[in-house]
């Protein structure tokens, strides 16, 4: 029963951290990264479509996005969704290809970042906890059920504690790798 709790918690705070991985991918560091429009839907057709499931995109340059839509007759609806986004890029459309080229990050904009990373790092920790609070109080429920012993109960919220830290550990770890992408010039 504890064994379950414990696979239970352990995944749980793996989501958070994959979680928290996936929301680092759509902050801007000085790279073109496809990842950066996941965010982004179009209105195609009436419904809100992601752009990457109406258009290839790539990375040729390190510095450049482009985006092929399939259909072309909704490049000026993606050309809007990009303006109308928070990336402070501005497309150029050539009618068959659309070209986002990531301008360099000023030192300003990457305290910003980094001030954003760290506060969905914080998020992604206050989850973790969350997690072990739910897990810790399955626990109590079995002592106070009679299916655990004092001491068992004790020994689980121990070992919750150490799977918490671990998962601690691992958003700042995270977190480290990103602060470091983003201040890289």
């Known amino acids: 029963m504890l064994d379950e709790i414990y696979r239970d918690t352990e995944d749980r705070m793996d989501k958070a951290i994959i979680a928290l991985k ?23 057709y009436g419904v ?44 150029n459309n050539d009618g068959a290809l659309i070209r986002l080229a990531i301008p360099v990050l000023t030192q300003e904009r ?31 429920e079995l002592g106070k059920g009679g299916d655990i012993s004092e001491d068992e109960e004790h020994r689980a919220q121990e070992h919750i504690q150490k799977i918490t830290d671990q998962h601690v550990a691992k958003v700042d770890e995270v977190l480290a790798k990103k602060e470091e992408d983003i201040m890289e010039v």
Do not use: C, H
């Not at 929301?23 to 996941?38: K, Y």
């Not at 990457?110 to 969905?120: G, M, N, Q, S």
């Open 48 to 91: 809100p479509t992601p752009i990457k499931q109406m258009a290839n995109v790539s990375a040729p340059e390190p510095r450049l996005l482009v985006i092929q839509p399939w259909d072309k007759s909704v490049m000026s609806e993606v050309e809007r969704a990009i303006l109308k986004s928070d990336l402070g890029i501005t497309p």
């Open 22 to 44: 996936n929301d680092f991918n759509t902050i801007r560091t000085g790279r073109a990264n496809p990842a950066l429009l996941d965010r982004l839907t179009v209105d195609y």
């Open 110 to 140: 990457r305290t910003e970042l980094v001030k954003l990373a760290k506060k969905k790092a914080e998020d992604a920790r206050v989850a973790v906890r969350n997690i072990r609070r739910d897990a810790n109080e399955l626990i109590k």
